[in-house]
């Protein structure tokens, strides 16, 4: 298992990253300032960060309240993530169309191109770092003399 140390340096290196992939690649395919990109991806970043906090303990709580447990099938993953994505969007299209002087319309098909970007950006990235920074593996459990 991953120690916390790692787990913060994963964070931080995955949003430094793909921040640094994002804002000239969003700056060049929607034609803005990179500046303004900049600001959407910062801001946009802390926001998930703080919405996924949120989220997942209301999202805990619900599960445990109606089906009595917080153990998730694929069918609540898919749910999961669809609530996250959807409430995620919720949040942050109408800021990002007012900053941009853009309709929601626009904003949302460029939440669209930033949502496939990071979808496969996590998944190489994190083939990646699981590659970079294998988990060591566990010693064996040893048990004290005498110990059954």
Not at 29 to 47: E, M, Y
Not at 81 to 97: C, N, Q, S
Not at 120 to 133: E, G, M, P, S, T
Request: proline share 5%.
């Amino acid at each position: 298992m991953r120690t916390f140390r790692d787990r913060i340096r994963h964070a931080l290196l995955f949003e430094l990253i793909g921040l640094a992939l994002f804002i000239p690649a969003g700056a060049y395919l929607f034609g803005l300032p990179a500046a303004k990109l900049g600001v959407i991806g910062v801001v946009s970043a802390t926001v998930a960060t703080l919405w996924n906090f949120v989220y997942n303990i209301g999202f805990d709580h619900a599960m445990q309240r109606f089906v009595g447990h917080t153990s998730k099938t694929l069918g609540h993953r898919i749910l999961h993530t669809l609530l996250f994505e959807g409430g995620l969007l919720l949040v942050l299209l109408p800021p990002i169309a007012w900053y941009l002087g853009i309709g929601l319309v626009q904003a949302f098909l460029m939440d669209l191109a930033f949502v496939v970007f990071y979808v496969v950006y996590a998944f190489v990235f994190n083939l990646a770092y699981d590659r970079i920074f294998p988990v060591p593996a566990r010693s064996p459990v040893r048990l004290a003399p005498g110990a059954v």
